[in-house]
């Protein structure tokens, strides 16, 4: 049970994690969250709540070892004692998820996803993943704007590392974001109907079930639909050339503009990732024939210019961390489509970046990239 008297007194290294959280990492759990729920509650709670607390401290200790190769600090014992006060919590099916718990267990659960697994693990659910997601399949969610914003968390991790290891989403996230609907909403809204849509194209492109012509047709439609009918702020402003990559910047830069910024740049990077993967899971590409090289050409040279998009928005907006793990997902996805030496040298610097900052160790693709692309030198 969390000692509801609980006040730290930090040492000065942890004051350092918990300041390095709040200017390199919540923007992570915020990124396309108007209301930037992550900020509000870790930040009213990580003085009062020792999971909130060792969480971050956890969190920070962490990707500074990946990132910058500085170990002063044990992240694994804070990961330890979150999960003392936090697996108890996810274990009472008694009471509902409360909004500092989810917080707690969306931390941990990006610790593991920076935590090298072993074989076994790549494949299964980790010590948070496991009870959190039984909880939220029961609806033993406590309804906020905080859980709706971590239930977009959760699915975008899940959109991430399915690709990565080829598996479907969980289905009680899928299932959380089942509403196909697209009537007139905010940007938000507009936002988490293409990421709940990637999950489902990831799960269709993965999943057990049959690829079939009928649900390829209804996933691709709805791609359509949300691209014709999205609202007019996430038309881009400004599109330029820069080499074979599209750069583009979706909206005006102002303090006041950012939320609503960066809602649209991560729709319409999910906009191409649903675009790449049903491409590539194509019912109907001709098995043999005369067809099926013009066909594949086709297919092929759509995926390029979907992966273009998605790192033209990383390039434009490069204090977007989010954005560049996603550019970093659609190179590792689509990268053996490229040859062109001028292109493929951009984008193996655009993997190498989204790596040194991500430090997610199973997403590391840039040395199979750089030998599939001969770029084994200096890349200067």
């Excluded at 930040?43 to 971050?56: C, Q, Y």
Aim: glycine fraction near 4%.
């Amino acid at each position: 049970m969390k000692d509801q008297q609980f006040r730290p007194t930090m040492t000065l290294a942890q004051a350092r994690l918990v300041k390095y959280f709040f200017t390199n990492l919540v923007s992570w759990f915020d990124y396309c969250i108007p209301d930037r729920h992550f900020q509000t509650v870790v930040g009213a709670t990580v003085t009062k709540d020792p999971s909130i607390l060792f969480a971050v401290l956890a969190i920070s200790a962490r990707h500074r070892e990946l990132t910058m190769g500085i170990s002063s600090c044990n992240s694994h014992e804070y990961e330890g004692r979150c999960l003392e006060v936090l697996i108890p919590s996810l274990n009472d099916t008694s009471k509902a998820l409360d909004d500092s718990v989810l917080a707690s267990a969306m931390l941990l659960r990006l610790l593991e996803e920076m935590s090298e697994p072993t074989e076994a693990q790549v494949f299964t659910s980790h010590a948070v993943s496991t009870p959190i997601l039984l909880q939220i399949k029961g609806g033993n969610v406590r309804p906020s704007g905080f859980s709706d914003a971590a239930m977009i968390v959760a699915l975008r991790q899940e959109i991430v590392i399915g690709n990565v290891v080829k598996r479907a989403v969980e289905p009680s996230l899928a299932s959380c974001n089942a509403n196909w609907s697209l009537a007139p909403a905010d940007d938000a809204t507009w936002t988490y109907r293409m990421i709940a849509h990637a999950a489902r194209v990831t799960t269709f492109a993965y999943g057990d079930g049959p690829k079939d012509k009928l649900e390829w047709d209804r996933l691709w439609q709805y791609v359509l639909d949300w691209e014709q009918r999205k609202p007019d702020s996430f038309q881009p402003i400004h599109y330029s050339h820069r080499t074979q990559l599209w750069t583009f910047r979706l909206r005006p830069e102002n303090p006041g503009d950012a939320p609503s910024a960066s809602a649209n740049r991560d729709s319409q990077q999910y906009l191409q990732l649903s675009r790449i993967l049903l491409l590539a899971h194509d019912p109907r590409l001709p098995s043999l024939g005369m067809g099926r090289a013009q066909y594949l050409q086709k297919q092929e040279e759509e995926m390029r210019n979907a992966v273009r998009v998605i790192c033209g928005i990383a390039m434009s907006n490069p204090e977007y961390m989010p954005a560049k793990l996603t550019a970093g997902l659609a190179i590792a996805l689509g990268g053996e489509l490229f040859d062109d030496p001028e292109e493929t040298r951009e984008l193996m610097h655009l993997v190498a970046e989204a790596e040194l900052h991500v430090g997610w160790p199973c997403l590391k693709v840039s040395y199979r990239l750089r030998a599939f692309w001969g770029l084994e030198g200096n890349l200067e």
